[in-house]
């Protein structure tokens, strides 16, 4: 089966860092997404991992440990329009996307 | 480069009928396609995966005679809502991957269902 958490909400300040977690028990892995989802719209990509290891991407950052099957997503410097859901997806042997709840994330001034 | 089209954008239909959704890869061929739909504040939920010339796979829970996906070309992949029911009201989304090989994949802008 395929069990993937996160946070549902959280709130950080305009500059601030904020980091999501995602932990995921899933009887394949072929690597973790991250996508980003204004409402109403479909995901955009931010980051895959399939390696331990940070992958840094500009203000954005993704972590996996495979053997604690943990990741986290860390946005840097961050901006109004941050403000959207984060969605932690796991990848099948066929790259079908088993996807978290997704974390709310709401920028304030 | 890299886009996916989906058509409509937005349904709205009457209880019991049939509507047609379509997912185009417009720069790329995509051997795969998937199948997602969203309900609100909900994540998306994997319902199929559909290979180029072959039945599509379904997820446990979706009945495939309710939700018919053809993949009959490179470029386009279709799902129909048979029998639409207000529960059926939702947000698909479909992604298409290029190649056999490789981890990307890229999303239609999505079809927001409405049934009356």
């Known amino acids: 089966g395929q069990n993937i958490d996160q946070p549902t909400e959280m709130t950080a300040t305009e500059g601030a860092i904020v980091q999501i977690n995602c932990t995921y028990q899933t009887s394949g892995f072929n690597g973790l997404f991250w996508y980003q989802q204004h409402a109403g719209e479909a995901p955009t990509f931010l980051s895959y991992n399939v390696l331990d290891g940070l992958e840094e991407k500009g203000r954005f950052s993704s972590f996996l440990s495979r053997s604690k099957g943990y990741s986290y997503l860390l946005l840097k410097e961050l901006q109004m329009k941050d403000s959207a859901s984060y969605l932690c997806?796991?990848?099948?042997?066929?790259?079908?996307?088993?996807f978290g709840k997704g974390t709310s994330l709401l920028v304030t001034p | 480069g890299a886009v996916v089209s989906q058509h409509p954008s937005r349904v709205i239909c009457k209880s019991g009928t049939s509507v047609k959704i379509e997912c185009r890869s417009l720069?790329?061929?995509?051997?795969?396609m998937f199948w997602y739909r969203q309900f609100p504040k909900q994540s998306l939920m994997l319902m199929a995966t559909s290979n180029e010339g072959s039945k599509a796979t379904y997820e446990q829970g979706v009945e495939k005679d309710k939700f018919l996906i053809n993949h009959a070309s490179l470029t386009l992949s279709t799902l129909t809502v048979t029998s639409a029911h207000p529960e059926d009201s939702s947000f698909y989304i479909c992604s298409a991957k290029m190649g056999t090989s490789g981890y990307e994949q890229y999303f239609g802008p999505g079809t927001r269902l409405t049934v009356t």
């Open positions: 720069d790329f061929q995509a051997t795969t």
């Open positions: 997806a796991v990848a099948n042997s066929g790259y079908a996307l088993n």
